[in-house]
C-alpha cells in the first residue's frame, strides 16, 4: 500500500505511467539526440568491462548499509539482479559471513530500483489493458541460466509502459523487441498461463512499472532467490493465497505438477491436498490447473496466519 491509497500498488501505477511516457516523448531531438549517444556510449563501456559496475562508479553505500545508484549511472537494472543474486549464492557455499550484508544490499537495492510480485492471471490481464505501449522480449532468466540466446521460446516477458521509452529506441541492448497490441498481448499471457508460468510484475525504479513476466522455477532468479536464498526484496507474495476445498479434491494431484513454491503436498491417507499457507505465493496456478475446481482465492489481508507475509 506505500505506492497506492490504501489498495493495490500496481493498480495505482496507472496515473502516472503515461504521463511519464508522454513527458519522455516531448523531449527536444537536439537534446534527446545527445542523451542518446552517451549514453550508448556508457552501456558499451559497461558491457566491456563487465556486467556488475564496481562501487564508487555506479552506486555506493551509505552508513547504514542501503544501496543507491548514482544519478545518471547507466546500469541494467536486470544484469545487477543476476550479479546480486549471484553473489548471495556464492556466499551461502563459500563464505557464510558475508550472507547476511549480501543479503541485505540485494535487497536494499530491489526494493528502490527493481523488485517484483507475485500476481495472478486476471491481475496480469489487468495490467496489459492498463499499460502501454506493450512488447514481447527475451527473458534474462532464461538466457542467462539455460543459454536461450536468439531462442523465440525464450520471448516470454512483456515490457510495458515507460521503460519501452529507452528499448524502443535501443532494441540492440535487449536483443530485439516485439510490439504487440492487447489483444496480441492477452493471447500470449493465456499461452503462458495454461503452460504453468507464475505471472510476476517487475518494477524499473520502483513504482514505476516496466515488466510483466512469466517466470518458471529453478529459472527465474525471482522465484529462486526468493525460495531458495531468503532475499526478501528479490520477489514479494501476492495480493491471494490459495485455499482448498476439500470436498472437491479428488487426490488427483494436478496441482501439485504446477506449484513451483513447494506450497502443495498430498495427504496419502485422506488423498486430499494440502497447502501450506507460509508457502503459498498466490499465483494461482493450482486453480487453473484443477479439473475440479477444488481451490478458491482468499485475500491475503484477509488470511489472519499470513496476512503480514509477504
Request: glycine content about 8%.
Given at each position: 500500500?506505500?505506492?497506492?491509497?490504501?489498495?493495490?500498488?500496481?493498480?495505482?501505477a496507472?496515473?502516472?505511467?503515461?504521463?511519464?511516457?508522454?513527458?519522455?516523448?516531448?523531449?527536444a531531438k537536439?537534446?534527446?539526440a545527445?542523451?542518446?549517444?552517451?549514453?550508448k556510449?556508457e552501456?558499451?563501456?559497461?558491457r566491456e568491462k563487465?556486467?556488475?559496475i564496481e562501487?564508487g562508479e555506479?552506486w555506493?553505500m551509505d552508513?547504514r548499509g542501503e544501496?543507491?545508484?548514482?544519478?545518471?549511472?547507466?546500469l541494467d537494472?536486470d544484469?545487477?539482479v543476476?550479479?546480486?543474486v549471484?553473489?548471495?549464492?556464492?556466499a551461502?557455499a563459500?563464505?557464510?559471513d558475508?550472507l547476511?550484508?549480501?543479503k541485505?544490499?540485494a535487497?536494499?537495492?530491489m526494493?528502490k530500483?527493481h523488485?517484483?510480485q507475485?500476481?495472478t492471471?486476471?491481475?496480469a490481464?489487468?495490467?496489459?489493458e492498463?499499460?502501454?505501449p506493450i512488447?514481447l522480449?527475451?527473458?534474462?532468466?532464461?538466457?542467462e541460466?539455460?543459454?536461450?540466446?536468439?531462442?523465440?521460446?525464450?520471448h516470454t516477458c512483456?515490457s510495458?509502459?515507460?521503460?519501452l521509452?529507452?528499448?524502443?529506441?535501443?532494441?540492440?541492448?535487449?536483443r530485439?523487441?516485439?510490439f504487440l497490441?492487447v489483444?496480441?498481448a492477452?493471447?500470449?499471457l493465456?499461452?503462458?498461463n495454461k503452460k504453468?508460468?507464475?505471472?510476476t510484475?517487475?518494477t524499473?525504479y520502483?513504482?514505476?512499472?516496466g515488466g510483466?513476466?512469466?517466470?518458471?522455477?529453478?529459472?527465474?532468479?525471482g522465484?529462486?532467490g526468493?525460495?531458495?536464498?531468503?532475499?526478501?526484496?528479490?520477489l514479494?507474495?501476492?495480493e491471494?493465497v490459495?485455499?482448498?476445498?476439500?470436498?472437491?479434491c479428488?487426490?488427483?494431484a494436478e496441482?501439485v505438477k504446477?506449484?513451483q513454491f513447494g506450497?502443495?503436498?498430498?495427504?496419502r491417507?485422506r488423498?486430499k491436498?494440502?497447502v501450506n499457507?507460509q508457502k503459498c505465493?498466490?499465483?494461482?496456478?493450482?486453480l487453473v490447473?484443477c479439473p475440479?475446481?477444488a481451490?478458491?482465492?482468499?485475500?491475503?489481508e484477509k488470511?489472519?496466519?499470513?496476512r503480514d507475509?509477504?
Open positions: 500500500t506505500q505506492h497506492a491509497d490504501g489498495g493495490k500498488w500496481f493498480e495505482a496507472q496515473n502516472y505511467a503515461a504521463k511519464m511516457y508522454q513527458f519522455k516523448k516531448k523531449a537536439a537534446k534527446e545527445e542523451y542518446i549517444e552517451k549514453k556510449a552501456l558499451q563501456k559497461m563487465g556486467a556488475l562501487e555506479g555506493y552508513d544501496f543507491y545508484v548514482k544519478p545518471g549511472a547507466a537494472l544484469i545487477m543476476t550479479d546480486l549471484q553473489e548471495v549464492i556464492e551461502k563459500l563464505n557464510l558475508e547476511p550484508m549480501l541485505k544490499k535487497k536494499s537495492f526494493d530500483y523488485t517484483g507475485v500476481v492471471y486476471e491481475e490481464q489487468q495490467m496489459l492498463i499499460t502501454w512488447g522480449m527475451e527473458c534474462i532468466c532464461r538466457r541460466r539455460r543459454g536461450m540466446y536468439n531462442d523465440p521460446m525464450a512483456f510495458l509502459g515507460v521503460g521509452y529507452k528499448w524502443e529506441r535501443w532494441p540492440e541492448t535487449f530485439g523487441i516485439t497490441s489483444e496480441e492477452k493471447e500470449r493465456a499461452y503462458f504453468g508460468c507464475v505471472h510484475l517487475w524499473f520502483t513504482p514505476y512499472i510483466l513476466c512469466n517466470c518458471e522455477y529453478p529459472t527465474c532468479l522465484i529462486r526468493r525460495v531458495d536464498y531468503g532475499i526478501d526484496g528479490i514479494y507474495k501476492g491471494y490459495i485455499v482448498p476445498i476439500p470436498d472437491r479428488t487426490g488427483c496441482c504446477f506449484c506450497a502443495m503436498s498430498m495427504s491417507s488423498n491436498v494440502t499457507m505465493f498466490g499465483c494461482g496456478q493450482c490447473h475440479n475446481t481451490f478458491k482465492l482468499l485475500e491475503r488470511a489472519l496466519g499470513v507475509h509477504w
